[in-house]
């Protein structure tokens, strides 16, 4: 396949470092879709199967790619719940409006989650753990306990992360607050 103009080899270095950043990705969307992370993997592998059967494919670069991964998933989720409404004998045409909204939500969040670790990546080692916690629904208190700090060097740490993130995130920093990310983590 060919991404940004150059060639990557299925074998190569190149490709099994495309494979480790999309692919968890690419597994936590399908899991979330089909609210199993079993069957998630599952279709996350396949999508990558069929990108291996398109060799000659061509992207403009890895968010194209990204998109691409994304369409193969939500097919693949589609096809999952078309079959199991089957086996239920109750309408699809209501399932499918949900599992594309769901989908598109998915996306967002997903796209979203990645915007946030990259910036949380350019914190002090301290800060994205206080920060880290914190998204995983930690208090104060807990984070103190579990680091080892005072709950004040806590609370500056997450205000000096927070206002650094702010900076780096601009206005797209409201939009991650605004999904809620805790229940996410």
Do not use: W
């Amino acid at each position: 396949m060919i991404v940004a103009g150059k060639i990557i080899e299925y074998n190569s270095q190149e490709f099994r470092s495309l494979f480790e950043r999309l692919f968890p990705a690419i597994c936590l969307l399908a899991g979330r879709i089909l609210k199993d992370d079993a069957k998630g993997k599952d279709v996350a592998q396949e999508a990558f199967v069929k990108l291996l059967n398109k060799a000659n494919e061509e992207f403009t670069d890895e968010n194209a790619l990204r998109a691409y991964l994304y369409i193969l998933v939500k097919n693949a989720c589609i096809s999952i719940i078309r079959k199991e409404k089957k086996i239920l004998n109750t309408p699809v045409d209501d399932g499918m409006l949900i599992a594309e909204q769901s989908f598109l939500n998915e996306v967002l969040r997903e796209e979203t989650y990645q915007l946030l670790r990259e910036a949380i990546k350019d914190l002090s080692p301290q800060a994205a753990r206080v920060v880290d916690l914190t998204l995983k629904g930690y208090s104060n208190l807990d984070i103190s306990d579990e680091m080892g700090i005072t709950i004040n060097t806590v609370k500056t740490t997450k205000r000096r992360a927070y206002q650094s993130l702010r900076k780096n995130l601009g206005h797209q920093f409201v939009m991650l607050l605004l999904t809620n990310f805790i229940r996410f983590f």
